[in-house]
């Protein structure tokens, strides 16, 4: 089973700042089988990357995703206010698929 | 429209056996590429898949959890079914239904339902 690392566990920012979240698998994910979620209290989570690096329908801009191998990134260009929550990545390369331990993206 | 909505019990006792239903609309499972999957989330805690049905009846599990789950469909109800057995209070979670299409990620979700286990 691959496990995913997500760092930091807790991120501080202000609103039109630059947030980069890591998640590190302990093994190669193949294909870029790879996901990145946000979830805000009481809500389910919301789809923002898949592939990678590709954003899922409605998803602003500003987020993006990167990687391959055992390191990916999603980055968020600008923080807007909605944007502090939970982040979760998935791998679905492998089975069984699996999630990462979540970031959460605080205010500064 | 996707939509998916899990229903069932919100307290089992410790023994039991759970039993949810994802209604879903907006899709069918008869499709090729479309399946449904289970995925909880102890409170505070981070998400946890459990097991994924693919259109063509083919199912995957939680290596962990395989001897206690089983996960079935109805297409014709557009529902599917998770039963999980021989519940412990450590299984107190919110459990979700979400849907997948192409890939073994998550595009649509249900609210989730919250399931305490206790005496």
């Known amino acids: 089973e691959i496990v995913l690392t997500q760092s930091p566990g807790t991120l501080s920012l202000s609103p039109g700042e630059r947030a980069t979240l890591s998640c590190r698998a302990s093994q190669s994910v193949s294909s870029s089988y790879f996901a990145w979620y946000q979830q805000k209290p009481g809500q389910a989570p919301r789809l923002l990357i898949y592939a990678a690096s590709s954003r899922a329908t409605a998803i602003p801009d500003r987020f993006s995703g990167s990687g391959s191998g055992t390191d990916f990134t999603l980055t968020i260009s600008r923080l807007e206010p909605e944007d502090f929550a939970v982040y979760y990545c998935q791998q679905y390369g492998s089975s069984p698929q699996t999630f990462g331990q979540g970031t959460k993206l605080e205010i500064k | 429209q996707i939509t998916l909505k899990e229903s069932g019990p919100t307290l089992v006792k410790p023994t039991q056996t759970l039993t949810l239903t994802c209604t879903f609309s907006g899709f069918s499972l008869s499709t090729s590429g479309v399946g449904v999957g289970w995925i909880r989330q102890p409170p505070g805690k981070a998400l946890e898949w459990l097991t994924l049905i693919y259109w063509n009846d083919d199912k995957r599990y939680s290596p962990s959890l395989k001897s206690r789950l089983t996960i079935t469909k109805d297409t014709s109800k557009n529902q599917v079914v998770l039963t999980m057995t021989n519940m412990d209070p450590v299984d107190t979670a919110t459990y979700y239904c979400?849907?997948?299409?192409?890939?073994?990620?998550?595009?649509?979700w249900g609210q989730g339902t919250l399931v305490t286990v206790s005496s």
């Open positions: 979400a849907h997948r299409y192409s890939g073994n990620y998550y595009d649509y």
